[in-house]
């Protein structure tokens, strides 16, 4: 089942992330839960390495730098990481820059640790949803909910009209409704290709894409 994103101890804000001190220290194999970083992508400001700008839950800005790949290593559109699309970084760590100064305030130490390494052939740790931050979150809710009330019903509802039925190969209750499923995500019902119109213009246009996204990132 999807976790619930709106979940800031799984989900932490950059400056909550652990942190990685430097080079030194594998970015993998860390003990502790996978904690997963979600922000939105701001920009594109690849100059040496592909860098994204992007902000995470709490509107703090940092960098998020692809290690070991020179500019055209990596096609960021490819992968999804478009202006506006909400990236998804599992194993996130803050890195902190060795220390210049052992007398600096916690402030400096705070302004220079902005960026997120993904240390070289962990680009598959990044993953987009192409929608917002705010959005994301809240179709994971809907796709959690969903998933909790297919469990304790068996029963699946149609997006356009409410109506509760089974899927079409559920061999459970031969007389319930049979529902037909959207093919883009997987996630949606509807009764006939009347309510599939009408439950894409009422907003699944805008949230297929992004549904499909997140089931496939968290498919397990
Ligand atoms: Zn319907
Ligand atoms: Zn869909």
Known sequence: MIPDLGDRSLFPPFLELPEDHGASSSSIGSVGVDRILLAQVKDNMTITKPTLVLTDRDGHGFALVFDGLDRDGLDLNKLGLK??????????????????????????????????RVAPGQVHTVQAVPTGLEQTV?????????????????????????????????????????????????????????????????????????????????SQ
Do not use: M
Not at 90 to 110: C, F, I, S
Not at 177 to 204: E, F, I, P, V
Not at 206 to 212: D, H, I, N, P, Q
């Open 83 to 116: 202006k506006g699309a909400t990236a998804v970084v599992h194993g996130a760590r803050q890195t902190v820059p060795e220390q210049k100064n052992t007398d600096e305030t916690l402030t400096a130490k705070a302004a220079r640790r902005q960026f997120l």
């Open 138 to 218: 809240a179709l994971a809710a809907k796709l959690r909910e969903q998933q909790q009330r297919t469990l304790a019903e068996g029963t699946y509802h149609c997006e356009a009209c409410g109506v509760s039925g089974t899927s079409n190969t559920s061999e459970l209750d031969p007389a319930a409704k049979k529902l037909l499923k959207c093919t883009g995500c997987g996630h949606a019902w509807y009764c006939d290709r009347t309510c599939q119109t009408k439950g894409w213009s009422n907003g699944h246009k805008s949230e297929c894409k992004a549904l499909k996204a997140l089931s496939t990132i968290w």
